[in-house]
């Protein structure tokens, strides 16, 4: 929603470390849901970008306060002052995701996750 993914592969390499199997079952399972759609590249009929829908638009505000909720009580790669950020202009980045996913612009809205920094933040926290 936030990072600008759209193939399969994107998602595999975005430092998730999530299978393959596992990986298109959920894609599957959105897909289902309603919540994303599955589009065949036109430039490469083998490729599938997969695009939010507005049900899945409409999730943002959620995904928005699980993300802040998440890095302010769980070990997190985003910055403390990237998400004082998110927290204080909350409408303005929910009105910039929805703009950018309904015209298709895929240029990320926040950095991409390193799960390197959240390890190593995760234990300076514990030594401190």
């Known amino acids: 929603m936030v990072r600008g993914y759209r193939t399969f592969k994107e998602f595999l390499q ?10 298109a079952d959920r894609l599957r399972k ?11 590249e036109q430039e ?15 999730l943002a505000p959620v995904m928005l306060e699980l993300l802040i909720w998440g ?10 002052a990237l998400i004082d950020n998110m927290e ?9 995701v929805r703009r ?3 015209a298709r612009d895929s240029t ?13 933040l995760g234990r300076l926290r514990r030594r401190g």
Not at 14 to 23: D, F, K, P, R, V
Not at 30 to 40: H, P, Q, R
Not at 74 to 80: D, T
């Open 71 to 80: 890095s302010r009580h769980e070990e997190a790669g985003a910055s403390c």
């Open 14 to 23: 975005s430092g998730e470390g999530i299978a393959t199997n596992i990986l």
């Open 30 to 40: 959105l897909e289902l849901a309603g919540i994303i759609t599955a589009e065949t």
């Open 108 to 120: 990320p809205l926040i950095p991409t996750f390193d799960h390197r920094v959240a390890r190593d």
């Open 44 to 58: 490469d009929g083998r490729k599938q970008n997969y695009r939010l829908t507005q049900k899945g638009i409409d």
């Open 88 to 96: 204080k202009n909350r409408e303005q980045l929910l009105a910039e």
């Open 100 to 102: 950018r996913w309904q």
